[in-house]
């Protein structure tokens, strides 16, 4: 979990507009991986 956070950090300030894509494919398998859904946000 936290090696994915450290991806995701530095992805955040070289392309913040392309974060929200870059974050939803890190968060889907880490949602299937805690058992949450977009669906239940």
Request: glycine share 4%.
């Amino acid at each position: 979990m936290q090696s994915m956070e450290r991806e995701s950090r530095p992805t955040l300030r070289t392309a913040p507009c392309k974060t929200p894509v870059k974050l939803g494919v890190l968060h889907i398998p880490t949602a299937w991986a805690t058992g949450f859904s977009f669906k239940d946000l």
